[in-house]
């Protein structure tokens, strides 16, 4: 079985404090314990952060040779692909592109993180909102979503159900099929469009107190059913115990919901690699 990780973070993210040593070395290193063929690195990159000050200047051109350095070292035991995660990259694009083409990227990943002048989906306390609030949150979240699946530069679109987990994770369920037309509309979107949606496995690391999430299941059997292929899997590790986390649980999940294939990507391509056990 090949098994990949298309999302990983090192001591480049802002969100990664420098006390947490996480180097790409590091981040190779418990890639080839975890028994992994391929890794991206794609530390955060959020131009509308930098650019109001809040989060200080992406260190590109260090990262970038800290990557193909590590891509040569290991290029035995492990594939390693040179990545990035743009965060609103709709909000900058004058700040993204210049970015996109001078650097030799094999993936470039799109999320929607917060919504400008609204509190971050991760900080939010839910159990103080009504059912109505809640659901408006995620009403803006998806129109969101839908202009990043329309922007131009990304491979692959993140962590879909991204709202969704912090609600779990405080206990509180929520029924997305309401929203089932406008996210397959979302997906077809996608399919014709060639860009790739990623499984984030990330919420699989944290119980939510009882409450089964079959949130990611579900999202992704609409995609398969209007003709989604290009699935890549996502540990979204910020320490080195998350890289690969659940990539087998995953590949078991993709495989009973028809999925043959997980895709990874080389030169901004996808490469295909059969699911099997
Ligand atoms: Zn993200
Ligand atoms: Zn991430």
């Known amino acids: 079985m090949f098994y990949s990780d298309s999302h990983i973070h090192t001591n480049y993210s802002a969100d990664v404090p420098a006390s ?14 975890a028994g992994l063929s391929y890794i991206a690195i ?50 900058e694009p004058d700040e993204i592109q210049p970015t996109v083409t001078a650097y030799p ?23 103080e909102l009504t059912e109505d609030e809640r659901r408006a949150i995620f009403d803006e979240y998806l129109d969101t979503y839908n202009v990043l699946v329309h922007t131009e530069g990304i491979d692959v679109v993140t962590h879909p159900t991204y709202p969704l987990r912090y609600l779990l994770r405080q206990n509180i369920p929520f029924d997305m099929r309401d929203w089932e037309e406008r996210l397959r509309a979302m997906f077809h979107v996608l399919v014709e469009r060639g860009v790739g949606l990623e499984f984030n ?50 590949m078991r999940i993709l495989r009973e919901l028809g ?19």
């Open 201 to 250: 496995a990330a919420p699989m690391r944290v119980p939510n107190q009882g409450i089964p999430d079959h949130t990611v299941e579900t999202f992704f059997r609409w995609y398969r059913e209007v003709g989604g292929e290009i699935v890549t899997f996502a540990s979204d590790a910020h320490f080195t115990a998350h890289v690969g986390a659940y990539c087998d649980r995953t």
């Open 42 to 91: 794609t530390d955060h990159y959020e131009p509308d952060e930098v650019k109001s000050g809040v989060a200080a200047p992406f260190r590109f051109p260090e990262m970038v040779q800290d990557v193909l350095t590590a891509k040569e070292t290991y290029k035995d035991q492990l594939q390693v692909a040179l990545g990035i995660e743009y965060g609103q990259p709709y909000l």
């Open 20 to 33: 947490r040593a996480l180097s790409v070395d590091d981040i190779c290193r418990a890639a080839i314990g």
């Open 259 to 277: 999925f043959r294939y997980v895709a990874v990507y080389e030169n901004r391509k996808p490469v295909f690699h059969k699911i099997e056990f």
């Open 105 to 127: 990227y094999d993936i470039i990943l799109g999320s929607v993180h917060y919504i400008p002048g609204k509190p971050y989906f991760i900080s939010r306390n839910y159990r």
